[in-house]
């Protein structure tokens, strides 16, 4: 735990965590308006990839492949972007962002870096995927013990 560490700190909003366990936590972004953005996180503060546990690498895979097709299912999607930057929160976080078939043509594939983080998705929404996605997350583990 860094002290410094906005993740570790946990300033974010425990009403959009859809899962977590010993080694992941998986919340809604409450940045962009773009319904069905989720951020996977490490429960320790490592940078990247390099410094986790095998324990991690091993529930990572399944913890992605739960959350993608919870995603696809849940947003009706053409893409689910996932990228790791680390350059503001320098915690491990993978953004999982669903691409729709409407969206705008200059934030299609690199474009999505500069979509704008305001504002945000209104709350009832968030909240509403977030019951369905923890709902869908729950019966998934229980099925591939993830
Ligand atoms: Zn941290």
Not at 38 to 56: G, M
């Amino acid at each position: 735990m860094e002290k410094e560490c906005l993740i570790c700190k946990q300033e974010f909003n425990r009403d959009y965590v859809v899962f977590e366990d010993a080694e992941w936590l998986i919340r809604h972004s409450e940045e962009t308006n773009i319904l069905g953005y989720f951020i996977i996180q490490t429960k320790r503060h490592i940078l990247d990839l390099a410094l986790a546990s095998e324990k991690e690498c091993g529930s990572y895979g399944p913890v992605i492949k739960a959350l993608t097709t919870s995603i696809k299912e849940l947003t009706d999607c053409e893409r689910v972007y996932t990228f790791s930057l680390a350059e503001a929160v320098p915690h491990y976080h993978l953004h999982v962002i669903p691409r729709r078939e409407n969206f705008p043509r200059a934030y299609k594939g690199r474009g999505i870096t500069s979509y704008p983080t305001e504002p945000a998705c209104a709350s009832e929404l968030v909240e509403e995927i977030c019951l369905r996605m923890r709902a869908r997350l729950n019966r998934l583990s229980e099925r591939a013990r993830l």
